[in-house]
C-alpha cells in the first residue's frame, strides 16, 4: 500500500518560511519524480513544483520560482519543499504526490499517488 505522509505545515507570518516533508512508503522512491500542489479554499488545485527520481531535474510555477526549493533525500523516500519570503497568497492546503514518468508539464489529473495534505497559512 502506497503511503504520501506530508508534514511541517503550519501558520507563519507574511514573509516567513516553513519546510515541508513528504515521507514515502510502499513504492520505489526511486521510480518516482515527486511533486507539490496546493489549493486553497475555493480554488483548484494548482501544481507548485516537481524533481525527477534522482533530482537531475526540477520544475517550478511561475508564482513561486526563486522563494521555493524542492529537494529530495532518497535514501529516506523523502522529499522537501523549503518554502521562503512566504505571501498570504500562499496560503493552502499542499499535497505531495508522485508520478511514474517526469515531464516538463504538470497537472493535478496525472499523478499516481496523492498525500492527504497539510496546511499552510501565512498571516498579514
Known amino acids: 500500500q502506497v503511503q504520501l505522509v506530508e508534514s511541517g505545515g503550519g501558520l507563519v507570518q507574511d514573509g516567513g518560511s516553513l519546510r515541508l516533508s513528504c515521507a514515502a512508503s510502499?513504492?520505489?522512491?526511486?521510480?518516482?519524480?515527486m511533486a507539490w500542489f496546493r489549493q486553497a479554499p475555493g480554488k483548484e488545485r494548482d501544481f507548485v513544483a516537481a524533481?525527477?527520481?534522482?533530482?537531475?531535474?526540477?520544475n517550478y510555477a511561475d508564482s513561486v520560482k526563486g522563494r521555493f526549493t524542492i529537494f529530495r533525500d532518497n535514501a529516506k523516500n523523502t522529499v522537501y519543499l523549503q518554502m521562503n519570503s512566504l505571501k498570504p497568497d500562499d496560503t493552502a492546503d499542499y499535497y505531495c504526490?508522485?508520478?511514474?514518468?517526469?515531464?516538463?508539464?504538470?497537472?493535478?489529473?496525472?499523478?499516481?499517488?496523492w498525500g492527504k495534505g497539510t496546511l499552510v497559512t501565512v498571516s498579514s
Open positions: 504526490a508522485a508520478r511514474a514518468k517526469y515531464e516538463s508539464k504538470w497537472s493535478s489529473s496525472g499523478m499516481d499517488y
Open positions: 510502499g513504492l520505489t522512491f526511486t521510480s518516482y519524480a
Open positions: 524533481i525527477s527520481h534522482r533530482a537531475f531535474n526540477t
